[in-house]
């Protein structure tokens, strides 16, 4: 029986290839504690629609190089915001000033208010 994997896509900058990290979580045999073990898988995209983020399943099959024998099987779950829209997000709001440059320029505005009373009552 093949082997089924569910995890997260972390690459696909390869020509139908993609990374999979697929986390578990074992018991120490000794101390008892639960760790968490991430392990990464190389699988064959051929249609290459498996993006970064994407929660996938795949599964067991011949060697097709020497570390990908792996397929994907399907894309069980698409993040609802990806690190590209979230990118082009950023460079549309850099025409207008974050919160914390705002912050400096009233605590800087509020400073020079305070010099110019000292010097005006000297």
Known sequence: ??????????????????????????THPLYRKQYTVTTK?????????????DKVTIVECRPISKR???????????????ADKLAAVKTEDSGKKDSKSKAKEEVEDVEKDKKDKKESSK
């Open 1 to 26: 029986m093949a082997r089924t994997i569910v995890g997260v896509v972390t690459s696909n900058k390869t020509d139908k290839t993609i990374v999979i990290t697929a986390h578990t979580r074992k």
């Open 41 to 53: 898988f190389i699988a064959h995209d051929e249609k290459n629609e498996a993006e970064i983020g």
């Open 68 to 82: 990908k024998h792996f397929t994907l099987q399907e894309i069980n779950e698409k993040p609802v915001l990806r």
